[in-house]
């Protein structure tokens, strides 16, 4: 009986990407090898930490703007949970980053207990971070800022 091998240089194999090495363990279960990633020269990036924002002016949004962006909000779910200690810098910053990240965020103000103390919150947020309110649902707060 003939063996046959595949050559490495055989016009089916060049046209190809590299596969991943697959092997079993002892428990039978396949393992996939990991590629491994060569770092750029010269060292990675220098990010600047995050500064808390600048207290500036609120955002004003249009009725129709209002409208899309509580249709866009329905399908998130909330990215920051404020808990008891209520608005501390390290909430302010987390705050910062997802609106950095995302531009429409929700937030679960679940410290706060009366639907006036959570507007006046909402008011504080929206001056501190330079955003728009969008809306307000029981404890949850929804905020934008163009990013």
């Excluded at 046959?4 to 039978?28: D, I, M, N």
């Excluded at 491994?36 to 129709?64: C, D, R």
Aim: net charge positive; glycine share 8%.
């Amino acid at each position: 009986m003939v063996e046959r091998r595949r050559s490495s240089s055989s016009p089916v194999s060049a046209g190809r990407a590299e596969r991943p090495r697959v092997s079993r363990g002892k428990s039978g279960v396949r393992k996939v090898a990991a590629k491994k990633v060569t770092a750029k020269k010269g060292g990675p990036a220098v990010v600047p930490p995050l500064k808390l924002p600048e207290a500036g002016a609120a955002l004003a949004l249009s009725m129709a703007d209002r409208v899309r962006l509580r249709q866009e909000a329905h399908r998130l779910d909330p990215v920051v949970l404020m808990g008891q200690s209520g608005m501390t810098d390290a909430l302010l910053l987390e705050m910062e980053r997802a609106l950095r990240a995302h531009g429409l965020i929700k937030v679960r103000a679940s410290g706060v207990d009366t639907a006036a103390a959570r507007s006046v919150l909402a008011n504080t947020l929206t001056q501190r971070l330079s955003a728009a309110f969008v809306q307000q649902i029981g404890k949850i707060l929804v905020l934008y800022r163009p990013r």
